[in-house]
């Protein structure tokens, strides 16, 4: 059996010795703003089972990096693996519980209701930036993964003049809503992040050629090791079940 299904497993135990707990515990999780959508749609059925809450807060990948740096505390963390190993590396999140969950494309979004540019080759993204009046997208230097990409890219396809004029730099959130209230006419953000804005439409993703994608692990803070409220989550975070969610929510969950 491998590591995944062995730890899948002992997980599972610990939802299992959660339910029979008698104290209500209040678990924080803190997540990334792409895979927020996915712990808020699992947070009913854990509270349910188990008894205890859970306290979402989600933020850019390099802020929440920031604010545990600076001393915040957890239980439960999603973020890219890179991030997570730097954290363990400091003793601050559990290496052994980490644990690979999903991935998600950065992808093109028009206010409903509006006309939908060619975005299939490169080429035609690039002549979807220079007929865009504004164009938001996470400001790099929040320490948004598909901020920070963008801005290189744009360098690499000679376009930071034409972008820099018209960007609508977003520090955070979902990028979509500045298409809603009429602040810009495209947004690019990572596509988790673009569902669910209601007035909102998803163009597509990035040509294949120009993606990137940005992977999520989840792992336990190393004072949450033997929390078995804490291991409860993470767990149904990692059971099989939850690739539904994962998928339904715009993103493709790790094999």
Do not use: W
Not at 20 to 37: E, M, P, S, W, Y
């Amino acid at each position: 059996m491998n590591h995944r299904f062995l730890l899948s497993r002992f997980l599972c135990a610990c939802l299992i010795a959660a339910c029979g707990t008698t104290q209500a515990d209040t678990i924080k999780v803190l997540t990334t703003g792409a895979f927020k959508q996915v712990v808020v749609a699992l947070a009913p059925g854990y509270e349910a089972k188990t008894g205890h809450q859970l306290d979402i807060q989600n933020d850019t990948a390099g802020a929440l990096s920031k604010r545990i740096t600076e001393g915040e505390t957890f239980d439960v963390l999603v973020l890219t693996p890179a991030g997570l190993q730097a954290l363990a590396t400091r003793g601050v999140v559990d290496a052994g519980s980490i644990t690979p969950l999903a991935k998600v494309a950065i992808g093109v979004a028009v206010k409903a209701g509006t006309s939908k540019p060619a975005i299939a080759t490169v080429d035609e993204f690039k002549q979807a930036l220079i007929h865009a009046k504004h164009v938001a997208f996470i400001d790099p230097k929040s320490g948004g993964s598909s901020g920070i990409y963008l801005d290189q890219l744009f360098q690499r396809m000679g376009l930071s003049d034409v972008v820099r004029p018209k960007a609508v730099l977003v520090p955070g959130g979902l990028v979509a809503e500045r298409l809603v209230s009429g602040q810009a006419d495209l947004a690019i953000h990572q596509i988790s992040e673009i569902l669910p804005v209601q007035g909102a439409d998803l163009v597509g993703p990035l040509p294949e050629a120009i993606q990137n994608y940005t992977y999520y692990a989840v792992a336990l803070s190393a004072r949450s090791q033997q929390s078995p409220a804490a291991k409860a989550f993470m767990a149904m975070l990692t059971q099989k079940e939850t690739a539904e969610v994962i998928r339904s929510k715009g993103m493709m969950p790790a094999p």
